[in-house]
């Protein structure tokens, strides 16, 4: 059972480009979270998604960032017109069930994305 | 959430048990503790979690004290696979915006 995918593992990307992070979640899993980390920091929440809707947002910033997570695809982490702040390690969790809901469902995190902005 | 406090590093022999500990004195009655860890380059991955009684699995076990107030994670037989970072949560069930805080940088020395 493949675990979280993310790709690209690295991602490059020059100062008002666009970067997109994409992230296939566990196979039966519905329930998607982003976290970035910034370099020697802790992760820090972003979003929670389900299939076709946005849950929580309260962790993205309110200007160039966006995610969403169709019906059929993967989740896709989008950030406009990048700055050298948006460096970081991206990562994306799954679960099967509402996080809220569950007590023996842990996030399963992917590997996450490196982006590098120049 | 609740806001841990736990050492920026420790250091263990391989093959001894790794004991991290982790304090959460504001914890609130239904908030779990939950540990993650961080092997460079990876992603967090989860290890164990509980509410108020003492939890084993395959990885390790957890310690609550009485008073909810702190924790231990046991590596019982701690290997060079197992240096990582390890992070303390304390959040509601199933909490899905875990607050990771700097954590605790173990080092497993052979």
């Known amino acids: 059972n493949a675990g979280v995918m993310q790709n690209p593992r690295h991602l490059v990307r020059r100062r008002g480009q666009e970067a997109r992070l994409r992230c296939s979640p566990m196979?039966?899993?519905?329930?998607v979270y982003w976290y970035r980390q910034l370099p020697e920091e802790g992760l820090k929440f972003m979003v929670y998604?389900?299939?076709?809707?946005?849950?929580?947002e309260s962790g993205m910033p309110k200007e160039r960032f966006s995610a969403e997570f169709p019906k059929e695809g993967p989740s896709i982490l989008r950030i406009q017109q990048v700055v050298r702040g948006d460096s970081a390690a991206y990562f994306c969790?799954?679960?099967?069930?509402?996080?809220?809901?569950?007590?023996?469902?842990?996030?399963?995190f992917g590997n996450g994305t490196r982006l590098t902005v120049t | 959430d609740a806001k841990t406090t736990q050492p920026p590093s420790m250091d263990c022999a391989e093959g001894r048990a790794a004991n991290l500990p982790c304090n959460h004195s504001t914890i609130s009655g239904n908030e779990y503790v939950y540990w993650y860890r961080q092997i460079h380059s990876q992603g967090p991955q989860y290890i164990i979690h509980g509410l108020k009684n003492n939890e084993t699995n395959e990885m390790a076990s957890l310690i609550i004290t009485e008073d909810r107030k702190s924790s231990t994670l046991i590596l019982p037989h701690a290997t060079l696979r197992d240096t990582a970072v390890y992070y303390c949560i304390a959040g509601f069930q199933g909490a899905q915006k875990l607050v990771f805080g700097q954590g605790t940088r173990l080092t497993i020395n052979p």
């Open positions: 196979k039966g899993h519905s329930h």
């Open positions: 969790a799954s679960s099967p069930l509402p996080a809220a809901s569950s007590y023996n469902s842990p996030l399963h």
């Open positions: 998604l389900q299939k076709e809707n946005i849950i929580d």
